[in-house]
């Protein structure tokens, strides 16, 4: 019996599929372990890369979660799925946004078409990393994102949920709901 340890994500997909998540420090607690549960549940195998391998902490300061991988390590071919939660503006997605791996990695998924999912300000490493052009997307409606977003030459929708292509977008933990149901919606077909 493997030993259980709390933050630990389980890696043990069954289906042949595999989810990346990229985050940091001051991640959005749901937005992160609610996606990432349902696609467990659906036997996804999902790896959590952050700047640096272990311990990542959610704004709540409560929940936290061991990033299994180090985003400089990441090869985009090895996913399926990309998905970018959000968290405290100064947090994780400051942080994601501005690192330039996390950036292309991102690209790579959109060069290759293939499923992006991103929540909140997630969005923004997206607008940085020069993917939103003639997009319909959304996110959270504060902090610069919107103006951000339709700077960047994105189309920016007040919607719970906007599924754009390859690209399903949402605003904020009381949208994720919606935006587990597009996301798997997507990768089902």
């Avoid at 389980?10 to 607690?29: M, Q």
């Avoid at 970018?84 to 947090?91: L, N, R």
């Avoid at 690209?107 to 052009?133: E, M, Q, T, Y």
């Amino acid at each position: 019996m493997s030993e259980n340890v709390y933050g630990v994500i389980p890696h043990t997909g069954t289906v042949g599929r595999s989810a990346l998540v990229l985050s940091a420090e001051k991640f959005e607690d749901l937005e992160l372990y609610v996606p990432v549960f349902r696609l467990v549940e659906a036997g996804w195998q999902v790896d959590i890369a952050a700047p640096a391998p272990g311990k990542i902490t959610g704004e709540s300061n409560w929940y936290y979660v061991i990033a299994n991988k180090a985003i400089d390590d990441i090869n985009p071919d090895d996913y399926d799925l990309l998905i970018i939660p959000g968290g405290t503006p100064e947090g994780a997605p400051s942080t994601i946004r501005k690192n330039e791996k996390a950036q292309d990695i991102a690209r790579s998924f959109f060069r290759k078409n293939k499923p992006v999912a991103a929540i909140c300000h997630g969005p923004w490493l997206l607008a940085d990393a020069g993917l939103v052009k003639g997009r319909k997307l959304t996110s959270y409606w504060k902090d610069g994102v919107p103006e951000t977003i339709r700077a960047a030459g994105g189309e920016w929708l007040d919607q719970s949920v906007v599924r754009d292509g390859n690209l399903v977008t949402s605003r904020w933990p009381m949208d994720i709901a919606d935006f587990n149901r597009e996301i798997m919606k997507l990768v089902a077909g």
